[in-house]
């Protein structure tokens, strides 16, 4: 039962329920009831031994030792940056897959899913990393979907230039045919938010373990071109409504954020049953 705001109203406990009160709660409630110069009045004055300046100190000391193994670990405020830690593997695997730069899957495939996100975002990194080697299995590996990877940037916006530092080596990966390598080792091993986790020194740690020829993704990674690319692809996204990450858009609809993947399977399953094609019904045979 419930209050008109919804919060609960508790039954009244019936006398067979009631429990009988024990001697020593009798006690309790008798001294309770003497006047008050006949009870020991408590002191209220007396520091807690959590507040012990000997206990605190100790705390604090630990506290603060956590949160340095935490930064230095990669455990908090991000991954493990390369020149700062070793790179997380990603599991994900394409062998197998047709790719084609940032497009993974058959050219044929009934859907595309195109994945707008920024190196730097920390839901994109969520997708990256719980759900898109269960949409490779479940869908691109079959044939059944080809996702495209749209790398953009709406996290500097004039704070920093990290996201479109990465984008623009993802390019590059792209031109050496590791695209999908270099882009999944940095989310696998993203750190934070434009406070430099994501310099040259991180960006040639991924490269170097996505298996690129370093001297040619230099020389690739110089181009300026390649930033304004990305700036335009940001541009071009927001203009068609997308201005934040993830959103992926499956067959030209878009839907931001990560989706439950039980909820992306179900939907995925009822686009690919209405596009089949329908069965002829099959008549029994007539006696001739």
């Given at each position: 039962m419930a209050?008109?705001?919804?919060?609960?109203?508790?039954?009244?406990?019936?006398?067979?329920?009631?429990?009988?009160?024990s001697r020593r709660e009798r006690r309790a409630l008798a001294r309770d009831a003497r006047p008050a110069r006949n009870r020991r009045i408590p002191r209220t004055d007396a520091r807690p031994i959590w507040r012990s300046p000997v206990i605190t100190t100790t705390v604090g000391?630990?506290?603060?030792?956590?949160?340095?193994?935490?930064?230095?670990?990669?455990?908090?405020?991000?991954?493990?940056?390369?020149?700062?830690?070793?790179l997380v593997v990603p599991p994900t695997a394409y062998v197998?897959?047709?790719?084609?730069?940032?497009?993974?899957g058959r050219a044929d495939a009934p859907v595309t899913i195109e994945v707008f996100s920024d190196f730097q975002c920390p839901a994109c990194k969520l997708f990256i990393t719980t759900e898109l080697p269960s949409l490779l299995a479940d869908y691109v590996r079959p044939g059944l979907v080809k996702i495209e990877s749209k790398d953009i940037d709406v996290i500097d916006r004039g704070a920093g230039t990290e996201s479109i530092e990465l984008a623009s080596a993802a390019a590059c990966a792209a031109d050496?045919?590791?695209?999908?390598?270099?882009?999944?080792?940095?989310?696998?091993?993203?750190?934070?938010?434009n406070h430099g986790d994501h310099d040259a020194a991180f960006i040639n740690g991924i490269a170097t373990a996505a298996g690129l020829d370093m001297t040619a993704f230099q020389a690739c990674d110089a181009r300026e071109d390649l930033r304004d690319a990305v700036r335009q692809a940001t541009s071009?996204?927001?203009?068609?409504?997308?201005?934040?990450t993830p959103t992926l858009r499956i067959n030209g609809l878009a839907a931001k954020g990560v989706p439950q993947y039980a909820d992306l399977k179900g939907y995925l399953d009822?686009?690919?049953?209405?596009?089949?094609?329908?069965?002829?019904?099959?008549?029994a045979p007539t006696a001739s």
């Amino acid at each position: 039962m419930a209050r008109p705001d919804g919060s609960a109203i508790l039954p009244s406990m019936s006398r067979a329920t009631q429990r009988t009160a024990s001697r020593r709660e009798r006690r309790a409630l008798a001294r309770d009831a003497r006047p008050a110069r006949n009870r020991r009045i408590p002191r209220t004055d007396a520091r807690p031994i959590w507040r012990s300046p000997v206990i605190t100190t100790t705390v604090g000391a630990i506290a603060i030792g956590l949160v340095a193994v935490g930064f230095a670990t990669g455990t908090l405020g991000g991954g493990s940056p390369a020149g700062h830690g070793d790179l997380v593997v990603p599991p994900t695997a394409y062998v197998g897959l047709p790719v084609a730069g940032a497009i993974v899957g058959r050219a044929d495939a009934p859907v595309t899913i195109e994945v707008f996100s920024d190196f730097q975002c920390p839901a994109c990194k969520l997708f990256i990393t719980t759900e898109l080697p269960s949409l490779l299995a479940d869908y691109v590996r079959p044939g059944l979907v080809k996702i495209e990877s749209k790398d953009i940037d709406v996290i500097d916006r004039g704070a920093g230039t990290e996201s479109i530092e990465l984008a623009s080596a993802a390019a590059c990966a792209a031109d050496q045919g590791r695209y999908w390598p270099f882009h999944d080792l940095v989310f696998w091993n993203q750190g934070r938010e434009n406070h430099g986790d994501h310099d040259a020194a991180f960006i040639n740690g991924i490269a170097t373990a996505a298996g690129l020829d370093m001297t040619a993704f230099q020389a690739c990674d110089a181009r300026e071109d390649l930033r304004d690319a990305v700036r335009q692809a940001t541009s071009a996204a927001a203009a068609s409504g997308i201005a934040a990450t993830p959103t992926l858009r499956i067959n030209g609809l878009a839907a931001k954020g990560v989706p439950q993947y039980a909820d992306l399977k179900g939907y995925l399953d009822q686009l690919l049953a209405s596009m089949a094609p329908a069965q002829p019904v099959q008549t029994a045979p007539t006696a001739s």
